[in-house]
């Protein structure tokens, strides 16, 4: 059945229209879903009966259940979520930085949030790193289930509705290999009546597929642009990211350069650091030359294991020299120490639980 978190304002109101009702209660309804995270219509008093009746004819509200819930030391959590067909896939709610107090307990600055969201279940594009790639390609998420995976984690965590976030496509899938779904929940959660969640803190994450890049500037949303580099020449990112045989490095920086970007940000590059493969200063020299003239920031990302994978962590103080010789030079760089590391839930090492799958309640 279908879920009411794949429905736009818009849509519901014209679903209220074609059973007789007023379009209002379509703003009624929203309110219920992302200011009260309802999980069901009962309570909805303010809706009439009849109209219930309809939702619970035609719509589910939840869809999705939480078969596992990991916390990190550091406060991260990775939410296992289950979809109806009864596969799994994960998201993660990461605390960036915590709330600030002054000595006498006020607070001067509030905690920062960010919501790591899976597109896809398993991804196609094959990158050697990454986990979410052994497990394969099993489908996409429809809007619904992206918009789900935000209800679910401020529900879970009791935030107010108007507590901002950052949404970060850096779960698992390739954001783009499901552009329409993405885009469809884009404009849902940063709806206004609904979420009201600014289109500038949310991020894409891309491995590269250009002509989407392109499509989606055409959009002109004022997403943020991830680019997941890994690599300064073809020869080791088309080893490394096999979509790089596809769009080469010439090709993906030329669609950079044509995507419209906010006059106050900048495009992020992640480079994740492999020991003994990108991690020397020749890279760093051959990254900046190649980033040269774009308005850019590097995001180091030290390789996070994977058992069933070859690569190795690379050495923090390289890292540190690398990040130092591209900061000196005038290109921003900072490192990422990936958040719920401890409990895989880190870059990289989000993948479907085919096995043991836990669906008792967490
Ligand atoms: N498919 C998109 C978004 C999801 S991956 C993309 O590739 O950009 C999110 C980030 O995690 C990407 O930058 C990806 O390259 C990185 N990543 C993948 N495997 C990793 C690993 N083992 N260690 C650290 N980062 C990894
Ligand atoms: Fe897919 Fe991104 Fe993993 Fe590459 S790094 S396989 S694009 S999820």
Known sequence: MRSLYDLSLKDLQDYALSQGFKPFVAKQLFSWLYHRYATSTTGMHNLSKAFRACLDRDFCVQTLSVGAKECSTDKSEKYLFITPDRHSFESVFMVMKPTQLDKDGQILAQEKLTFCLSSQIGCKVGCVFCATARGGFVRDLKAGEIVEQVVTLKREHNLEPTK??????????????????????????????????????????????????D???????????????????DALRSKLMPINKTYNLEALIQAIKRFPIDT??????????????????????????LLNGLKAKVNLIPYNPNPSLKFERPDL??????????????????????????ISA???????KKQGLAISAV
Do not use: W
């Open 164 to 213: 901002g976030i950052n949404l970060v496509f850096m779960g698992m899938g390739e954001p783009l290999h499901n552009f329409n779904e993405v885009v469809k929940a884009i404009g849902i959660l940063s709806d206004p009546h609904g979420l009201n969640i600014s289109t500038r803190r949310i991020t894409i994450s891309t491995s590269g597929v250009v002509p989407v890049i």
């Open 215 to 233: 499509a989606l500037g055409a959009l002109d949303l004022g997403v943020q642009l991830a680019i997941s580099l890994h690599a300064v020449n």
């Open 264 to 289: 106050r940000k900048r495009v992020m590059f992640e480079y994740l650091v492999i020991k003994d493969c990108n991690d020397g200063l020749e890279h760093a020299k051959a990254l900046l030359k």
């Open 317 to 342: 103080d390289k890292v540190a020299q690398f990040a130092d010789f591209l900061n000196q030079k005038g290109l921003l760089c900072t490192l990422r120490i990936s958040k719920g590391l401890d």
């Open 346 to 352: 880190a870059c990289g090492q989000l993948r479907e």
